[in-house]
């Protein structure tokens, strides 16, 4: 079974709309880490945002948020107000276990256009 | 500055001709990784290391070895490679902050003629 699913090879966003980007997970660890990253065209990986499988709370930063549903093992990246700058690769991550040093897997990334 | 420096950034070789990739950090980070990323099937883990002289096999360690005799380098080594292992190569060291997130190299386009 895949680790992390992530379910839209592309999405289309108007420019200073909203958009979500899916991401599902798979893994019977109880501690365990999400991330979202973004590739742009040139091709760097850059983070985005984290969330800890016992933090109760969403995790936020600036325009994105994380929306964790824990029971569905969900994880979606909202991003709020879209830029054009936005567009890109995305990718859902997820560290298994605890400890400094653990196995990351990665789904196979959402292609975001953000449309003037 | 903060970084994961890899080289080469592009190569072109032919099958069976040994090449080492180079990946270096200067963060005095413990955990060093190596990811290949392919079209359609993101980024897929090969190897990882969690300190010096220890490594462990990601999910396609087949056709790479890895070595970690200090702790900012890691090298990855191709040592017959064949056309399947064209492909964008990341390495990435795991930071000590809340999350641990990766900080990835530049990559490394590698065709294998």
């Known amino acids: 079974a895949q680790k992390i699913t992530q379910t839209q090879p592309g999405m289309f966003v108007q420019e200073k709309e909203a958009v979500t980007l899916d991401c599902t997970y798979d893994?019977?660890?109880?501690?365990?880490?999400l991330f979202w990253y973004k590739q742009p065209s040139s091709g760097e990986m850059i983070f985005l945002i984290y969330?800890?499988?016992?933090?109760?709370q969403n995790a936020t930063e600036g325009r994105y948020s994380l929306n964790f549903q824990k029971a569905r093992k969900s994880a979606n990246l909202v991003i709020s107000a879209s830029q054009l700058g936005d567009s890109a690769m995305y990718f859902c991550?997820?560290?298994?276990?605890?400890?400094?040093?653990?196995?990351?897997?990665f789904g196979t990334g959402t292609s975001l256009t953000v449309i003037p | 500055e903060a970084q994961v420096t890899q080289n080469p950034r592009y190569l072109i070789t032919v099958t069976g001709k040994k090449l080492t990739v180079t990946c270096s950090q200067n963060m005095n980070h413990e955990y060093m990784s190596w990811y290949r990323q392919d079209p359609g099937l993101g980024l897929r883990q090969i190897y990882y290391s969690m300190n010096v002289e220890v490594t462990d096999k990601g999910d396609v360690p087949e056709g790479y070895k890895v070595s970690r005799k200090e702790k900012r380098n890691f090298p990855l080594i191709l040592e017959s490679p064949s056309p399947n292992q064209t492909s964008l190569y990341f390495c990435a060291s795991r930071g000590t902050g809340t999350g641990g997130e990766l900080f990835f190299g530049e990559g490394s386009r590698l065709t294998v003629l």
């Open positions: 969330q800890g499988s016992y933090d109760e």
């Open positions: 991550a997820m560290r298994e276990g605890q400890g400094t040093g653990n196995q990351f897997y």
């Open positions: 893994t019977s660890d109880q501690s365990y880490g």
